[in-house]
């Protein structure tokens, strides 16, 4: 709190008005009169009688920054009389880190100190303070008027002197702080000059009492008489508080010239603001910040410049800075010469060539903006005249709460839309971005924007939290909006090409064509109901703006009354009184909404953390931990763990959930301290200028994007090097990436006529072009896509279908007759057999189209898309290796490549008839890495169509844990990637349980149970009571329709969970080996041991028995448990009341090991490993239940079948280990 006046030639000048009216009266140069900075009361301090009048002693009074030229200091005598008590000098006092207080006068007063002959009506602006890491600090000031104290006291020669009075906080506050200083106004224009000190001292004292809300939708209330004041809560973590009215941009431009404005912003352009209002400055200056939300500005950021700082504007580097528009002469002339840019509301002086935003992004924002209802007085038109300012006050805030809410939805869809397409060219392994093949994916009238953009500081920072994988708006945004193709690019693996329905596009006019996409898009297995999978420019419903937007009710949480700030009892009573009225509040609220819970844990545990009670604030914060982990403060824990005593660390040594959460506060500072170095770097695709052996070859193949697959990486690594030393030549690489590229871009450079084009899938994509050839259907090119070869006849451009690649009938060895430079194909579609003549193309071609029937086949056999997109780029791998080398050994050369070519010959193409029948699709859920992860663990959740995500409907989704430790999430109707991989720690996942539609239960090797929302997707809760691996997970439904968990840890842990609060209601330890899962059967708890024995626990009695098995089902309609042994080929089948009698055996054809079970209709489904063909394959039987005989044998994995789920009795859901690492789904008969 800072209060600035010019003190000294004020008497002199009221004296010489008074002597000549007509003397001009002069600017004045302020100063800095008291400052007043927390901590207003200390312990030491209690000794003090608790009342209110000792709270106000000199000795607080005396807490204020005052020059010592101003008020010579008293000798020391003098003031131990006067005081009683010597004190300290003032200039000890702290002031604010980063503030000057040298510079603050200019600021709270930028037109200068003015004298007035009249008393003029207050005035408020805003300040914001950077400090050289880029923090910023806020400030409020308000400049109010009072009369000059003079002998003559005629009203009429009265002059008025204007006296400042600013508050600085770390939060931009700055609605709530303006109404803050409105109340101490109405104490000090009625109050007396010497209690003027001791009023502002005390309104400090005040606001320092006032807990920051956390983040969500709690806010926090409190009185400052006369006005009831809100501080609004920061959405995320990653948010500022939102205190401002953001559609003031809307009202002083329009929506292209405020996109003008935000396109100067993302190109770091100079850019000065001049308006008639110094508040105006900072509040559109911040709004403008909060549009290009997650972007962050990283220049100097200055809203107000004084008249003494107008030389700023002459700094090289970029920036954003305001001043009054008295000053615009000076401003404009200084930016003629630096290339500058001006901005005045309603008007732009365009001095620079400035790129247009991208045109779809343009457009849509523009059609949003125009539907914005910005004018309140509409909304309320129709109702009567209010006569409660507070309630008037709060229907004007959450109108512009909502209001905010759509503005912010509308910027973000705009960052969304310019810069979403970013991602699919960022190699996350590698860090690196490809900025040159992003540039030529853009349409030609947006490359400018992005040549400019690209180069940027903030956009460099962007890529940083993209490359690191944050979580924020911008991601959830983009990942809830993506399209189909997009939710299936990351099952596909093909080059970029421009699908059919993008050229499509190309047809329509400029201002209908969304923007430029290039397509991947997964086969349609079914060729049939071609589904429009292009990804659109996103864009908010339009129909009325989101004023009446479905989101998180509000809830305002309202303190107790302020206390006489000054006095340490009154203060620590109000803390107890807040903690106490805290805790009522969480016992009312009960656990119905965990997430609002969460949000008063971290507030009662702040609180506590002021008062001084460190143990109870580490309870709630541990309560914090287990229940929103994105909330979690771990610098305030951090600092509340260090600044523990010897007794209050040995206290809480004593209370196990406490030891749990230092130890974990520890692990995530040393986590964030061992952070590698790269983990901030970005690196740009830069072709290499050495030799490079097989290891860098791969690293430099796989940050070009071409391919990713590390044995398609060594096969092209063969054919680069056929005949010579193994190493390849930079020349060589360099060539073999310009063909690549030059190829891609003349595929989509194809003009295919409309006429062409309604005979091809939407998704489908032309790869190859030949040359033009002479052929029995005519002269033109042969076309290749994904699906089909067709030429493209020259002359009047026409389509004829030469065959899909299915279609294809092998007559004798070869596809193709080498004797001529020919190509023959022949179609089990059509008689006719299709010859062309393609000379020196003929053997590439020949190779080309073998690896697409090879890949065709394989992928229509194994119901496995993945083979047709490994050989798609196969062939298109072999081209650009013909292409590179020139030379007789290039066809040789990219016979490397046939890999499915030659697959057919060593391995047998054809899968079983049973297991074609019963397989139905089969999903890579490792395609974005390198190499194959092992599905650990996979669980179907049911959805309800037609029912929103957030109500708990929506599609089924088929989670998937993988070995990396990370949650894949599929849409289980169009088995298409969901959500991108969801990191639940970072060990393995051994188990996965669907408590309800809220709360998703994930048992790791690191101990922890992990929550997430099926509904969000959020992973924010945890479950940390366990010491050991969790390795089992089942629910029941008590009487009073009570939600009980159960869970079990290696070491032989059971706990009991109340779902709805997350509480233990017990616990017990068994005596074992390892635990390895659990199950309920009639009110009985089931246990499995590893070391093959059950243990059976009830509420009366815990006993074991002697069975070996590694695997466990219990059937309770049958009274059966079945057991399989990893290494055994055997199902046991025993009866539930006599576990100690003889059992039945099941013998598995050709099993050697039995890994899962699952109860499937009347089937029970068994995954483990055995032979095929003379080699170990994932197998999986159907058995009977009641007949106990083996129906199918399935072989679809390469690798053990280690996970089975059940999708609603319809399909069934199997994960193999990592040779394989791929899902399979069944179809149950």
């Known amino acids: 709190m800072l209060r600035t006046n010019m003190r000294f030639p004020l008497l002199s000048l009221a004296q010489a008005y008074h002597q000549d009216r007509g003397i001009k009266l002069p600017l004045l140069d302020a100063e800095v009169l008291q400052a007043h900075a927390p901590p207003f009361v200390k312990k030491e301090n209690a000794g003090d009688a608790p009342n209110h009048t000792l709270a106000f002693s000199r000795l607080q009074r005396r807490r204020s920054y005052m020059k010592k030229r101003e008020k010579p200091a008293e000798p020391a005598q003098d003031a131990a009389k006067s005081n009683g008590a010597s004190q300290p000098p003032a200039e000890n006092l702290s002031v604010p880190k980063d503030i000057d207080l040298v510079a603050l006068p200019q600021l709270c007063f930028p037109a200068g100190l003015q004298i007035y002959r009249d008393c003029r009506e207050d005035s408020y602006h805003f300040l914001v303070f950077t400090d050289v890491c880029g923090n910023r600090t806020y400030g409020v000031v308000v400049q109010y008027h009072r009369p000059i104290q003079h002998n003559n006291h005629s009203t009429s020669l009265r002059l008025y002197t204007t006296y400042g009075i600013c508050v600085i906080s770390k939060y931009p506050y700055y609605s709530a702080l303006r109404d803050c200083l409105s109340c101490l106004l109405i104490q000090l224009k009625t109050c007396r000059l010497m209690e003027f000190e001791e009023r502002v001292n005390e309104f400090s004292a005040k606001l320092a009492l006032v807990p920051v809300p956390p983040p969500g939708q709690l806010h926090v209330e409190f009185s400052l008489r006369p006005l009831q004041i809100v501080l609004p809560s920061r959405e995320d973590k990653d948010r500022p508080a939102v205190d401002l009215d953001l559609h003031l941009p809307f009202l002083c431009f329009r929506p292209r010239e405020l996109l003008e404005v935000v396109t100067c912003i993302l190109m770091e352009q100079r850019m000065v603001f001049c308006s008639t209002d110094w508040a105006r400055l900072t509040l559109v200056a911040e709004c403008l910040m909060l549009y290009i939300h997650p972007l962050q500005w990283q220049h100097p950021f200055v809203p107000i410049l004084s008249r003494q700082m107008l030389d700023f504007v002459m700094a090289p580097t970029s920036f954003l800075m305001g001043c009054h528009i008295h000053h615009i002469e000076e401003i404009v002339s200084v930016s003629l010469k630096l290339g500058s840019w001006v901005f005045c509301s309603k008007c732009l002086d365009r001095n620079a060539d400035l790129p247009s935003t991208p045109c779809a992004a343009r457009d849509c924002f523009i059609k949003r ?19 409660d300012v507070n309630v008037l006050r709060a229907k004007r805030r959450d109108w512009q709460r909502r209001l905010n809410t759509e503005i912010q939805r509308i910027t973000l869809e705009l960052i969304v839309n310019i810069f979403g397409e970013v991602l699919d060219h960022l190699n996350y392994e590698h860090r690196v971005f490809n900025s040159e093949e992003f540039l030529r994916s853009r349409e030609i009238t947006d490359q400018k924007f992005y040549q400019k953009v690209l180069d940027t500081h903030i956009f460099h920072s962007f890529l940083r939290d993209r490359l690191n994988g944050k979580m924020d708006a911008f991601t959830r945004m983009e990942l809830s909006t993506r399209s189909e193709t997009h939710k299936t690019r990351s099952m596909a693996d093909y080059p970029r090409r421009p699908t059919m329905h993008e050229m499509a596009l190309k047809c329509t006019s400029p201002e209908t064509r969304l923007s430029k996409k290039l397509g991947m898009s997964l086969p349609n297995l079914s060729e049939h109901a071609p589904i429009d999978r292009t990804r659109q420019t996103f864009q908010l419903p339009c129909a009325p703006i989101g004023l009446h937007v479905l989101e998180k009710p509000i809830k305002t949480f309202k303190l107790p009354e302020l206390p006489p700030p000054l006095s340490y009892h009154y203060v620590q009573n109000y803390y107890s009184d807040l903690i106490n009225q805290l805790g009522r509040v969480m016992v009312l609220m009960g656990p119905s909404d965990s997430s609002l819970m969460a949000r008063y844990h971290y507030l009662r545990g702040f609180v506590s953390f002021v008062a001084g009670k460190r143990l109870d604030a580490l309870g709630d914060f541990q309560n914090l931990y287990k229940t929103d982990t994105d909330i979690f403060p771990v610098e305030l824990v951090t600092a509340l763990v260090d600044s523990l005593d010897k007794e209050e660390r040995a206290q809480a040594d004593q209370r196990p959930e406490l030891i749990r959460l230092l130890s974990r506060v520890k692990r995530e500072h040393e986590r964030e301290r061992a952070r590698p170095p790269e983990y901030g770097t970005i690196k740009k695709f830069r072709l290499p200028k050495t030799h490079m052996q ?4 791969v690293r430099s193949v796989q940050e070009s994007g071409i391919v990713k697959d590390l044995s398609t990486i060594h096969r092209l690594f063969d054919a680069l090097t056929v005949g010579q030393q193994k190493q390849v030549d930079p020349d060589v690489f360099r060539y073999f990436y310009t063909i690549w590229k030059e190829t891609e871009a003349e595929a989509q450079d194809v003009d295919l006529p409309v006429a062409v084009l309604k005979h091809m899938e939407h998704n489908e994509c032309v790869y190859k072009l030949s040359s033009s050839v002479k052929t029995n259907y005519g002269v033109g090119k042969i076309a290749m896509t994904q699906r089909r070869l067709f030429l493209l006849t020259e002359g009047r451009a026409g389509y004829v279908e030469i065959t899909k690649f299915r279609d294809i009938e092998v007559r004798s060895y070869t596809l193709l007759l080498l004797r001529i430079p020919s190509l023959k194909i022949k179609s089990s579609l059509k008689k006719e057999v299709f010859e062309a003549n393609l000379k020196s193309e003929c053997d590439l071609w020949n190779l080309m189209v073998k690896e697409m029937w090879a890949g065709r086949k394989m992928a229509d056999e194994h119901k496995d898309p993945q083979y047709m997109q490994q050989a798609l780029t196969n062939a298109l791998l072999m081209d650009a290796v013909v292409g590179c080398l020139q030379s007789q050994k290039a066809i040789f050369a990219a016979s490397k490549l046939a890999y499915f070519d030659r697959m057919k010959l060593e391995v ?114 945890q479950l940390t009571e366990h010491r050991s691996e969790v390795t089992g997970l089942c629910v029941n439904i008590q009487p009073c329709s009570l939600l009980v968990a159960y869970s079990c840890s290696a070491e032989g842990t059971v706990i009991v969970w109340d779902v709805s609060t997350l509480q233990v209601r017990k616990n017990f330890s068994l005596s074992c080996g390892r635990l ?23 509420i009366l009695h815990l006993h074991s028995g002697l069975l070996t098995f590694s695997c466990c089902l219990l059937l309770d309609e049958k009274e059966q448990l079945w057991s399989g042994s990893a290494d055994s080929g055997q199902l046991c089948v025993w009866r539930c009341g006599d576990l100690s009698g003889t059992f039945q055996k099941i013998q598995l054809p050709d099993c050697t090991g039995v890994l899962c079970m699952i109860k499937v209709k009347d089937q029970i489904w068994v995954g483990g490993h055995g032979c095929s063909s003379g080699m170990s394959r994932g197998k999986i039987y159907v058995v009977d239940a009641e007949r106990h005989s083996v129906e199918k044998e399935l072989v679809a994995h390469t690798d053990s079948v280690q996970t089975l789920s059940s999708a609603e009795d319809r399909y069934v859901l199997s994960g193999s280990a990592g040779q394989d690492g791929k899902i399979a789904i069944w179809k149950v008969e």
């Open 369 to 387: 903006a125009e539907g914005l209802q910005i004018h309140y007085d509409l909304e309320v038109c129709h109702l009567g005249t209010g006569t």
């Open 694 to 697: 097989l290891e860098d070859f």
């Open 908 to 1021: 047998p193409m054809m899968v079983t008839k049973t297991t074609s029948e019963t397989l139905k699709h089969k999903i890579n859920p490792s395609l974005d890495l390198t190499s194959q992860q092992a599905v650990d663990v996979l669980l179907y959740t049911p959805g309800q169509l037609g029912v929103a995500d957030a109500d708990g409907g929506g599609n089924p989704k088929l989670w998937c844990a993988r070995s990396d430790g990370k949650v894949l999430v599929f849409d289980a109707a169009s088995w298409s990637m969901q959500q991108n991989a969801v990191q639940v720690g970072m060990s393995r996942v051994n188990c996965m349980l669907g408590v309800n539609q809220q709360q998703l239960w994930i048992g790791s090797q690191d101990s922890v149970i992990y929550i997430i929302n099926p509904c969000s997707m959020a992973c924010n809760k």
């Open 1076 to 1098: 390895q899962s659990l199950q309920l059967h009639k009110g009985t708890l089931w246990c499995c041991k590893c070391n093959g024995n059950i243990t059976l626990f009830n």
